[in-house]
C-alpha cells in the first residue's frame, strides 16, 4: 500500500503548483485524504481535507481561498492545486489517508491518518 506524493518545486511569490498524491496497492475511494505540511523546525500541520465522496471539504485558514482539494475516484488521486504561494508555504507537502469512525467525515490530527506518502519539497521564493 503506497502513496506517492509529486508536483512540488521552487516558485516564485504568487506563482502555482498542482501536487498529485496516487495511490497504489490498494484502492483509497472509501477514504478521506488529506493534505499536510512541515517546514524545517516546526510540526506537521494541517492543510486541506476531502472526504470519500468529495462532497465534503476542509482547509486550514491560513490556505482557504488560496488551495483547492480534489480527487478522481478512477484514477485513486488527490490532488492539490495551490495559487498565489507565499514564501510562508514553503515546506514538505505530504498526503495521507484514513477511514474516519462513523459520524466524523475529516480529522486534522496527523496521528488519525494510517497511510502517508513520502513527501514532496515545495519552495516559494520572495
Known amino acids: 500500500v503506497q502513496l506517492q506524493a509529486s508536483g512540488g518545486g521552487l516558485v516564485q511569490t504568487g506563482g502555482s503548483l498542482r501536487l498529485s ?3 497504489s ?14 517546514a524545517p523546525g516546526k510540526e506537521r500541520e494541517f492543510v486541506a481535507a476531502i472526504s470519500r465522496i ?3 471539504t476542509a482547509y486550514a485558514d491560513s490556505v482557504k481561498g488560496r488551495f483547492t482539494i ?3 475516484t478512477a484514477k485513486d488521486t488527490v490532488y492539490l492545486q495551490m495559487n498565489s504561494l507565499k514564501p510562508g508555504d514553503t515546506a514538505v507537502y505530504y498526503c495521507a489517508g484514513y477511514q474516519p469512525p462513523s459520524g466524523s467525515l475529516y ?10 506518502g513520502q513527501g514532496t519539497q515545495v519552495t516559494v521564493s520572495s
Open 25 to 38: 496497492g490498494r484502492t483509497f475511494s472509501g477514504y478521506t485524504m488529506a493534505w499536510f505540511r512541515q
Open 107 to 116: 480529522s486534522r490530527m496527523p496521528n488519525d491518518y494510517d497511510y502517508w
Open 21 to 23: 498524491c496516487a495511490a
Open 70 to 72: 480534489s480527487r478522481d
Open 54 to 56: 468529495s462532497s465534503f
